[in-house]
T-cell receptor, first 117, second 113 residues
Framework: AQKITQTQPGMFVQEKEAVTLDCTYDTSDQSYGLFWYKQPSSGEMIFLIYQGSYDEQNATEGRYSLNFQKARKSANLVISASQLGDSAMYFCAMRERLNSGYSTLTFGKGTMLLVSP | DGGITQSPKYLFRKEGQNVTLSCEQNLNHDAMYWYRQDPGQGLRLIYYSQIVNDFQKGDIAEGYSVSREKKESFPLTVTSAQKNPTAFYLC????????????FGPGTRLLVL
């Protein structure tokens, strides 16, 4: 079963506007973490923002904020005041604890964001 | 500067050939990971290692092998048993709890000739 769902294959936004990228997740764990990464055309995965399952406040990092709705199992990324350099693939990921005690990340399929002038 | 390096940036493999992708980190992280990314897809876990001389199979380990002889290094070998190796390979290391954020290298693109 898919554990991370990103339903928007692509999104368009004009420069300086805000945009929301959707992410829903599925887990039975009480303790988990949610991450957003940016992947520009160069390929490198750039960490943007983290939300812990026990964090009561939504995470923010500069122009990025995470709209965390635990009961709905959603963790949407909000980018305020979009810039041309924000054009990239964006991945939502969830940290899972394995039976071995180690943790790994499970990724969604990503959303391509294009910012136009 | 602390970070993760991967080499080479591009790699070409002939049929029946084993190739090794390098991953080095100077972040002093214990855990390291290898992921595979196919076009239009998310990342899938190949292998991971929590400590030196220990590693575990991920979701798609068949046709791959790894070693972890040093904390800083986690090389991935793509063997001839991997029938469809053309992909983008990303290495990551994991930071401290509670976030345990994974930080990625720049990746290696493997192409089969």
């Amino acid at each position: 079963a898919q554990k991370i769902t990103q339903t928007q294959p692509g999104m368009f936004v004009q420069e300086k506007e805000a945009v929301t990228l959707d992410c829903t997740y599925d887990t039975s764990d009480q303790s988990y973490g949610l991450f957003w990464y940016k992947q520009p055309s160069s390929g490198e995965m750039i960490f943007l923002i983290y939300q812990g399952s026990y964090d009561e406040q939504n995470a923010t990092e500069g122009r990025y904020s995470l709209n965390f709705q635990k009961a709905r199992k959603s963790a949407n990324l909000v980018i305020s005041a979009s810039q041309l350099g924000d054009s990239a693939m964006y991945f939502c990921a969830m940290r899972e604890r394995l039976n071995s005690g180690y943790s790994t990340l499970t990724f969604g399929k990503g959303t391509m964001l294009l910012v136009s002038p | 500067d602390g970070g993760i390096t991967q080499s080479p940036k591009y790699l070409f493999r002939k049929e029946g050939q084993n190739v090794t992708l390098s991953c080095e980190q100077n972040l002093n992280h214990d855990a390291m990971y290898w992921y595979r990314q196919d076009p239009g897809q998310g990342l899938r876990l190949i292998y991971y290692s929590q400590i030196v001389n220990d590693f575990q199979k991920g979701d798609i380990a068949e046709g791959y092998s790894v070693s972890r002889e040093k904390k800083e290094s986690f090389p991935l070998t793509v063997t001839s048993a991997q029938k469809n190796p053309t992909a983008f390979y990303l290495c990551a290391s994991r930071g401290l709890a509670p976030e345990e954020t994974q930080y990625f290298g720049p990746g290696t693109r493997l192409l089969v000739l």
